[in-house]
């Protein structure tokens, strides 16, 4: 098993920003794909972003409705997987999950290992 944490959610005004963290407690991320989820009240689970590969730098992809705003990386030691979220906007709120499979899927089905989720709410 991969223990997920994510951290780093928070209540902020529209055009603000936050930065998502997911660890991986006791092991890397070397050899998954790492993907961002967000679900909202009343609305199904819905990709966000993913990361994958060891490639300097590693391949990632983007909803449509999040492009140009916001940013998926990992650190160095590929333990922590960040979501850097810009210009949020209302629409932005939900609780947000990272998850870890072994393809690079915008499926939740394809994903086995889930964290908690972390809450984050845009007030306009």
């Known amino acids: 098993q991969v223990p997920l944490v994510e951290s780093g959610g928070g209540l902020v005004q529209t055009g603000d920003s936050l930065r998502l963290s997911c660890a991986a407690s006791g ?16 609305k199904e689970r819905e990709f966000v972003s993913v990361i994958y590969g060891t490639g300097r730098p590693p391949s990632a992809s983007y909803a449509d409705s999040v ?26 709120t939900a609780v947000y999950y990272c998850a870890t ?5 915008r499926s939740p089905r394809h ?9 984050v709410t845009v007030s306009s």
């Open 101 to 105: 499979g072994s393809t690079m899927s």
């Open 27 to 42: 092991r890397t991320f070397e050899g998954y794909a790492v993907a961002w989820f967000r679900q909202a009240p009343g």
């Open 67 to 92: 492009q140009g705003r916001f940013t998926i990386s990992v650190d160095s030691t590929r333990s922590t997987v960040f979501l850097q979220m810009n210009s949020l906007k209302s629409e932005d």
């Open 111 to 119: 994903y086995v290992y889930w964290g908690q989720g972390t809450q």
